[in-house]
């Protein structure tokens, strides 16, 4: 992953964390790399869109129940990503 994409997701985690759901989703969504589909499809599922999020949890490595609290599912997104 190249630097610029992985400083665009730390800030797409960082904004989701601080409830900036829209300006996270608003950088995830122009990408395709399985890290920010993980992040959408956590936005999704944030916002309690669950066909949405599983149709983005199935385009990365991660699974809609694998994470049940939603801030440790950000830290793991962004550990991933450090």
């Known amino acids: 992953m190249d630097i610029a ?17 829209d300006a996270s989703h608003r950088i995830v969504q122009d990408y395709n790399d399985a890290t920010a589909c993980w992040i959408h499809a956590l936005l999704h599922k944030i916002e309690g869109d669950k066909s949405n999020s599983l149709y ?3 385009r990365c490595n991660a ?16 550990n991933s990503l450090i």
């Open 63 to 78: 699974s809609f129940e694998e994470h049940a609290d939603l801030s440790q599912e950000l830290d793991a997104i962004e």
């Open 56 to 58: 983005w949890y199935a």
């Open 5 to 21: 994409l992985k400083n665009q997701l730390i800030k797409a985690v960082k904004l989701a964390k601080a409830g900036e759901w």
